[in-house]
């Protein structure tokens, strides 16, 4: 991971003119550089999750959803080699380069401390200043902290996702979908992995079998009672101001809308709710 080497000497430059605000600037570029390596590990992986599968930009918990929807081994250390020979059985093997692992637990403790540098001071009365940079000798420890670890993942030559077996099926919006067998979940849901596409589908098993049911909402049509199914994603994050969604009934074709409706209700001795 050669590219950590431009944090790394920006670090070691601030480092080395040591001032409050100088260390200030390497604890935003040594927070940068730790995001920069848990978003890698998602980069690599982008084949298989889509973001809106995040709940969170948080790096760490970046790190642990791809670790649980794509490959448990993206955080791990490895090493890959080849054999010298063309066979089934070769003795000698050439090094083409190490992943280093990471606890993204500790991960998350470096970046929250390098956080806690990027803010001014809270006053504590309303004579006390109110401090622009942390103390220096607060600073300087944990930013070499971090500097090592940084130092230690810039030896890695490789990072990649190690998915060996994979399903695919194609979206209704006609992106291929891939995931990892290693880790699918009978239920599982997930979204569609092309940016902007709001499908959802549900993992099914058919004895060894997986299979992708689009999550839908059933909706039913006002004329016949026909339950349509409608896109969970879409109807969910509709917007409460707008003036509703229309779709054509798929069995009798009369129009549909539906939208945001604020309603009241009325608690009851059994702590039930009823509508007014
Ligand atoms: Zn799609
Ligand atoms: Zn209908």
Same mark, same amino acid.
């Given at each position: 991971?050669?590219?950590?080497?431009?944090?790394?000497?920006?670090?070691?430059?601030?480092?080395?003119?040591?001032?409050?605000?100088?260390?200030?600037?390497?604890?935003?570029?040594?927070?940068?550089?730790?995001?920069?390596?848990?978003?890698?590990?998602?980069?690599?992986?982008?084949?298989?999750?889509?973001?809106?599968?995040?709940?969170?930009?948080?790096?760490?918990?970046?790190?642990?959803?791809?670790?649980?929807?794509?490959?448990?081994?993206?955080?791990?250390?490895?090493?890959?080699?080849?054999?010298?020979?063309?066979?089934?059985?070769?003795?000698?093997?050439?090094?083409?380069?190490?992943?280093?692992?990471?606890?993204?637990?500790?991960?998350?403790?470096?970046?929250?401390?390098?956080?806690?540098?990027?803010?001014?001071?809270?006053?504590?009365?309303?004579?006390?200043?109110?401090?622009?940079?942390?103390?220096?000798?607060?600073?300087?420890?944990?930013?070499?902290?971090?500097?090592?670890?940084?130092?230690?993942?810039?030896?890695?030559?490789?990072?990649?996702?190690?998915?060996?077996?994979?399903?695919?099926?194609?979206?209704?919006?006609?992106?291929?979908?891939?995931?990892?067998?290693?880790?699918?979940?009978?239920?599982?849901?997930?979204?569609?992995?092309?940016?902007?596409?709001?499908?959802?589908?549900?993992?099914? $098993?058919? =004895?060894? &079998?997986?299979? #992708?049911?689009?999550? %839908?909402?059933?909706?039913?049509?006002?004329?016949?009672? /026909? *339950?349509?199914?409608?896109?969970?994603?879409?109807?969910?994050?509709?917007?409460?101001?707008?003036?509703?969604?229309?779709?054509?009934?798929? $069995?009798? =074709?009369? &129009?549909?809308? #539906?939208?945001?409706? %604020?309603?009241?209700?009325?608690?009851?001795?059994?702590? /039930? *709710?009823?509508?007014?």
């Amino acid at each position: 991971m050669l590219w950590l080497r431009d944090y790394t000497d920006k670090i070691r430059e601030h480092l080395k003119i040591g001032d409050a605000k100088s260390l200030t600037y390497a604890a935003l570029e040594a927070r940068l550089a730790l995001e920069h390596v848990c978003y890698d590990r998602l980069r690599i992986a982008h084949k298989y999750i889509s973001n809106d599968d995040l709940r969170t930009w948080r790096p760490h918990y970046v790190v642990r959803a791809v670790m649980e929807m794509v490959d448990t081994n993206i955080a791990s250390e490895w090493t890959l080699s080849i054999g010298s020979v063309h066979g089934d059985n070769p003795t000698e093997y050439l090094k083409l380069g190490t992943q280093k692992g990471f606890d993204p637990k500790y991960v998350s403790q470096l970046w929250q401390a390098m956080s806690s540098f990027l803010h001014c001071e809270l006053p504590k009365n309303a004579t006390s200043a109110i401090e622009h940079y942390k103390a220096e000798n607060k600073l300087r420890p944990k930013i070499e902290e971090v500097l090592n670890e940084l130092d230690r993942l810039a030896e890695g030559t490789v990072v990649a996702s190690m998915v060996f077996q994979q399903v695919s099926f194609d979206c209704v919006c006609g992106q291929r979908n891939s995931r990892s067998t290693a880790v699918l979940k009978l239920n599982d849901i997930f979204n569609c992995i092309k940016e902007g596409c709001k499908e959802q589908y549900r993992v099914e $098993k058919m =004895g060894e &079998e997986f299979l #992708f049911e689009r999550h %839908l909402i059933p909706v039913s049509c006002y004329n016949c009672g /026909d *339950a349509n199914g409608l896109p969970y994603r879409q109807v969910c994050e509709l917007d409460k101001g707008s003036e509703g969604w229309k779709f054509d009934c798929r $069995k009798c =074709g009369k &129009e549909n809308v #539906f939208m945001w409706k %604020l309603k009241q209700f009325k608690r009851n001795d059994k702590d /039930d *709710a009823s509508l007014l």
